[in-house]
């Protein structure tokens, strides 16, 4: 066993917070019982086929979506890992429409955590990756208690961002601000231990594209004409993409970080803000991209950037690595030829 092995996230995460010696300890616990949730989800999922936690609730979420039983069971868990502690002023949860209040009998704390308790949670039948988005961000608002207000913060004021992947492997991956750092949870003793330290998204890396070529009779024809030229349709691209679409936005992100691409959740003339929310998903992988070294945009703006209005606003999504993004952001522009060859260079030298 190499000494790289015996990082847990515990010591890591330790580790980090002796770089700054004011702080409490109140943001490592937070992050302690987040991966703790996480394996109490993923032995959930694990045993997804063969528990009762399988299939529809028969309820409507917020977001108009039938529920299924392992999403009300995942927010249950990370709700009830963080509610007691004293570290949140609340949360938010793309399971629940309101901001979440810290029940009157516990104290409240400083910080709050948004979460999508269970991404992709359509594919879980199918024995196919899930996931869980979170963030972390500072009260802000003089409510004593927190209010809505410290939940609608834009990217750019995240303490701390975070998914964990349900795959063939369970893997937790977050960053602070100060490189990304992925953890892989070693069943046989319950530990997440370092497995990806300061991961950067390859560049050049892998020209993949992900996206749900579905929609493509309702997409914009510049939003068209990006994904023509990736599959080389356009004949100005001598090195076509490859598609890879899981449908799972953590288990694809998460491919696309580690090999390079660009994930896509465009605009569309029925949903003019995408599918993605941008508080649950979009914010917190942007963060992720971003400390990796890879872009996050609305097509036209850094997701980063946005001021939310509310706590289930919606945004289109590219992100991944920084060149393919960026050969989006111009294609959206209607602009695809203005710098391309600047942009095309890393991406040819990398295949
Ligand atoms: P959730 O399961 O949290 O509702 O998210 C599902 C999302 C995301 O994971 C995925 O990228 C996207 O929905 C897939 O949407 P389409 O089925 O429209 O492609
Ligand atoms: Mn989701
Ligand atoms: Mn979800």
Redesign the pocket.
């Known amino acids: 066993m190499t000494s790289k092995s015996l990082v847990t996230i515990e010591r890591h995460i330790i580790e980090a917070e002796r770089q700054f010696p004011e702080a409490t300890g109140a943001f490592s616990n937070i992050l302690y019982d987040i991966a703790f949730a996480a394996k109490m989800i993923a032995r959930e999922v694990r045993r997804a086929g063969l528990a009762d936690v399988l299939g529809y609730t028969g309820e409507v979420n917020v977001q108009g979506e039938e529920v299924k039983k392992l999403d009300e069971y995942a927010h249950e868990v990370i709700f009830k890992a963080l509610d007691h502690t004293g570290h949140l002023c609340g949360m938010a949860s793309?399971e629940v429409a309101d901001f979440i209040p810290i029940p009157d009998r516990f104290p409240t704390g400083k910080y709050c955590v948004l979460f999508?308790p269970l991404?992709?949670s359509s594919n879980i039948e199918a024995n196919v990756s899930v996931g869980t988005?979170f963030s972390v961000h500072r009260k802000v608002s003089d409510h004593p208690r927190g209010c809505a207000q410290d939940c609608l913060q834009p990217g750019y004021s995240q303490v701390a961002a975070g998914y964990v992947v349900y795959g063939s492997s369970t893997m937790l991956v977050y960053t602070t601000g100060n490189g990304v750092h992925g953890f892989t949870l070693e069943p046989s003793i319950g530990e997440f231990l370092l497995s990806h330290p300061d991961i950067r998204i390859p560049s050049p890396g892998q020209r993949i594209f992900s996206v749900n070529e579905g929609n493509y009779m309702k997409w914009s024809s510049q939003q068209r004409g990006l994904v023509d030229y990736l599959k080389g349709l356009d004949g100005t691209n001598p090195k076509p993409f490859s598609a890879r679409y899981i449908g799972s936005?953590v288990a694809d992100f998460h491919r696309n970080l580690l090999y390079g691409g660009m994930f896509m959740y465009p605009a569309d003339d029925k949903n003019p803000n995408g599918k993605?929310?941008l508080l649950?998903?979009a914010a917190p992988l942007a963060m992720i991209a971003e400390h990796a070294g890879g872009r996050a945009s609305t097509g036209t703006s850094r997701i980063m950037d946005i001021e939310p209005r509310s706590l289930h606003e919606r945004t289109p999504l590219y992100i991944g690595s920084a060149d393919q993004v960026e050969i989006a952001e111009r294609f959206l522009a209607g602009t695809p030829g203005a710098g391309m060859e600047a942009a095309l260079e890393p991406l040819a030298a990398g295949v």
């Open positions: 793309e999508d991404d992709g988005i936005l993605l929310r649950y998903e």
